[in-house]
């Protein structure tokens, strides 16, 4: 894209980041990024990453939220329910 202001290869690096349990404010705060910027990057490689939803035989889903952290730091999980 030409007016991003980061790099592929920082963008390969962040979204790497992202994977792990970590918030995005402390992934933007490592590589000096708004971490509104870090949550497009993370957006655009799951795009990547990922089938859309017409492509998957999922036909029953299960959420679960959990705490990772004291004050209000919560995880979710998003799994097939029939498999």
Same mark, same amino acid.
């Given at each position: ?28 705060? #490592? ?12 957006? #655009? ?39």
């Amino acid at each position: 894209e030409p007016r991003l202001t980061y790099t592929r290869r920082l963008a390969a690096e962040v979204a790497l980041s992202c994977r792990e349990t970590r918030s995005l404010k402390a992934i933007a705060a #490592q590589y000096h990024l708004d971490w509104k910027t870090v949550k497009e990057i993370d957006k #655009q490689a799951l795009e990547e990453e990922l089938p859309t939803p017409a492509e998957t035989p999922a036909r029953l889903l299960a959420v679960d939220e959990f705490s990772i952290k004291k004050r209000h730091k919560y995880g979710t999980t998003v799994i097939d329910a029939e498999a």
